[in-house]
């Protein structure tokens, strides 16, 4: 069970700033979420996902941008599953995403008004609470184009946030999928926790795992190089004429990833940007 897990917490003595350009890196090491704690940052690992492969991949990443960088900068605790629910609910505090979402952690009381959207979310995991630029512009896309009776496929769920929001918007059949199976279980917490009119379809896999079919909208807000090798693959889960979100991206792995979708006849619809993180609405000709 989830509540079992122990994390590693691994603080590292670099500017927040260089998050922008390491991020997308250390998320590929594996790790489950990011803080920033003034000129430091905390990184998170589930215990069985650290080793000292992965301190030295670390420390080889930091040394690409910041020549002086030092192994004696990093420091490492365990934190028991709870004690690290109570260092995120510190930081978890309601937020408009729009002027009608609202997203919120599962102790506040917080009602909707008038036309609002509330995503409730019990913050199981750094990554899907709604803070991040990347979850932010893809759930703007997604309230662009999730319409009423809609089928949508999340890619990588993570806490479920995007399907949630899908939910709420109009779809009438979701399926969510991800590697991680404490992710999944916070998945279904969160969407028991938003009274959606129905149970999304949760696949613990990859997308080969996922029964191919014709989806309204795809949303994939995952690592880069995940993208990088599921253009061809996408095409047989998306309707013609549907929509294919992308995020998880920097700005810089722009170029990468149009060559990539583009060899396979994906045309970019939109692409919007929040920092130095990027999202992309694309269609199949």
Known sequence: MIKDKTWIEVSVDIKPSLLDVLSND?????????????????????DNKWNDSKLKALITLIRKYDTGFKHSSVHTIRIPYQDWTETWKENFKLFHLTENI???????????????????????????????????????????????????????????????????????????????????????????????????KIVCGTLEDVEKSEYDTIVANIDRNVLLDLPAKFIDYLKPG????????????????????????????????????????????
Do not use: C
């Not at 250390?26 to 589930?46: D, N, R, S, T």
């Not at 917080?110 to 759930?139: C, D, R, W």
């Not at 969160?190 to 129905?198: A, D, E, I, R």
């Not at 992308?246 to 990539?260: F, H, N, P, V, Y």
């Open 26 to 46: 250390i998320f590929a090491l594996g790790a489950e979420g990011l803080e920033e704690k003034g000129e430091q940052v905390k990184i998170y690992f589930q």
């Open 102 to 200: 609202i997203i919120k952690p599962d102790w506040d009381a917080y009602q909707p008004k008038n036309n609002e959207i509330v995503i409730t979310i019990s913050p199981k995991m750094a990554f899907g609470t709604g803070h991040h630029e990347t979850t932010q512009l893809v759930m703007l896309m997604l309230q662009k184009y999730v319409k009423s009776g809609h089928r949508v496929l999340d890619a990588g769920t993570g806490s479920g946030i995007l399907a949630i929001l899908a939910a709420k918007l109009g779809a009438t059949e979701i399926t969510a999928f991800d590697n991680d199976p404490v992710a999944l279980e916070n998945t279904r917490e969160n969407f028991s926790l938003n009274n959606n009119k129905f149970e999304p």
């Open 242 to 285: 549907g929509m294919l979100i992308l995020s998880g991206l920097l700005s810089r792995d722009e170029d990468k990833i149009l060559t990539a979708y583009e060899e396979f006849n994906w045309q970019v619809l939109e692409k919007e940007q929040k920092g130095a993180w990027l999202a992309l609405a694309l269609t199949h000709k």
